[in-house]
């Protein structure tokens, strides 16, 4: 669709606010804020010191000892903060066990981060700036993702950029986790789907590279979020030589998709399946879901009942496990514009003209979301859940960002017949959700 804004104008305003945004909320929040922080920047260290596969491993003794800190709010994570600054890596060492936490994220998840902290530690040992060093990493590679993916898609860009500053998002962008990659490497991987659906024609070579991407990337980001790639099955294809284009990026993508999942089972998941205790537990709470499915459908039933809430706020004004709340008001004008922006951007309807094409459409991506549910509460059940407990444990809002952009493409189009009211209207809520997202992050300064 041709309109009278510059083509990359979109993109252009998503860096002009990500990397103030991002580099605010990097300042602000204490290290080890983030949920899990602390571990994501062991498997960093790992990592930048050459530890791949080893039968032991190697930290710094006063590095082994942060990183063990247990952290439960913002006034641990600032007594922590204030004990590392200007703290320097001791020669002491200590050495423990095979690492163990490969089995959940592939080590090349944390290739940026751990890139940007080697980089830091070859000017400076200070553990303080060691770690910036990998939010820094987190931060480009987000905002990469993220860029790409509103340059490309052909439908919601004013969405995707909404998802981008959305204050958990920016959290997790601007922490050493592999959080912000995931959601915007999963957006990026949609946002190419929906380029292929729309009929945009690309050259061979950079296609089929795109889908070999595609596919490594549903493993690094988090294997729970592969649904997304069934959207390859429902592009354009009328002439033999579409229907064969189509074939072979589909074939592409389903395997570099298991060939990524069969070098992280291989060299990550086997090493640690044997070990006694380790998946016991595990092998028995799947069989007996495996016997009952109702179990995971009372315990998913239940966890929406009692967690909902808590999600919602997670989303909209919470950051984390900083116990930092934005008052209510600002917390329901952020998401009221942020559905705003999302009604009046442009959805389903202008991928597929066709109205049975984008029903079919809804209905694949509203299912693909689902699975993404299923097996994201099932492994958590599964794995994380105690024996007993009727809710699943460990479940955060910030795992249903990766899924969001594709399921608000399917909401209704709003002012069809009217582009240019519905236009302005999109553009000023999407200023108030700028606004709205940057005043949570002020404000979250303010009480820190």
Not at 279 to 292: K, M, N
Not at 379 to 388: D, I
Not at 433 to 439: D, G, L, M, Q, R
């Amino acid at each position: 669709m041709r309109t009278k804004y510059p083509r990359f104008a979109m993109e252009r305003l998503f860096l002009l606010l990500y990397i103030p945004l991002a580099l605010a909320m990097m300042l602000i929040m204490p290290v080890g804020g983030p949920p899990d922080e602390l571990t994501h920047l062991g498997q960093e260290w790992l990592l930048s010191t050459g530890q791949i596969r080893t039968e032991t491993t190697v930290f710094p003794a006063n590095l082994q000892e942060i990183l063990n800190t247990q952290v439960t709010g913002t006034q641990d994570a600032a007594a922590l903060n204030g004990e590392i600054r200007g703290v320097r890596l001791s020669t002491e060492t200590v050495t423990g066990g095979v690492n163990e936490l490969t089995g959940i994220y592939p080590l090349a998840a944390y290739a940026p981060q751990s890139l940007t902290m080697f980089l830091t530690r070859l000017v400076t040992d200070r553990i303080d700036l060691l770690c910036y060093g990998a939010r820094i990493g987190s931060m480009i590679m987000t905002g990469l993702l993220f860029w790409s993916a509103i340059r490309r898609s052909p439908a919601g860009k004013a969405t995707l950029l909404a998802i981008a500053c959305l204050p958990l998002t920016l959290q997790e962008a601007a922490s050493a986790s592999c959080d912000g990659i995931t959601i915007a490497g999963i957006c990026w991987i949609t946002a190419e789907l929906l380029r292929r659906i729309s009929g945009q024609e690309e050259r061979k070579t950079p296609a089929l590279l795109r889908s070999a991407g595609m596919g490594a990337g549903a493993v690094l980001c988090k294997l729970l979020y592969f649904p997304v790639l069934l959207l390859g099955l429902i592009a354009r294809a009328e002439t033999a030589e579409e229907k064969k284009k189509k074939r072979n990026n589909n074939l592409i993508m389903a395997g570099t998709f298991l060939a990524a999942m069969a070098v992280w089972y291989i060299l990550s998941v086997r090493s640690l399946s044997g070990r006694q205790g380790l998946t016991d537990g595990a092998l028995t709470r799947l069989g007996q879901v495996a016997a009952d499915p109702l179990l995971l459908i009372g315990a998913q039933v239940r966890t929406l009942i009692h967690r909902a809430p808590g999600w919602t706020r997670q989303l909209f004004g919470v950051f984390g496990r900083l116990d930092v709340f934005s008052p209510w008001s600002l917390t329901v004008l952020l998401g009221l514009s942020f559905l705003g922006v999302a009604l009046t951007d442009d959805g389903a309807g202008v991928l597929l003209k066709d109205r049975k094409q984008a029903r079919r459409f809804r209905i694949l991506m509203i299912c693909a979301f689902l699975l993404c549910w299923e097996l994201l509460s099932g492994a958590l059940l599964v794995w994380w859940t105690a024996e007993g407990n009727p809710l699943i444990e460990g479940i955060q809002g910030r795992y249903f960002l990766p899924a969001l952009f594709g399921l608000l493409l399917c909401l209704p189009e709003c002012m069809k017949n009217n582009p240019a009211r519905r236009k302005t209207i999109r553009m000023a809520a999407l200023g108030v959700f700028i606004a709205c997202s940057a005043a949570t992050v002020i404000l979250l300064g303010a009480r820190l």
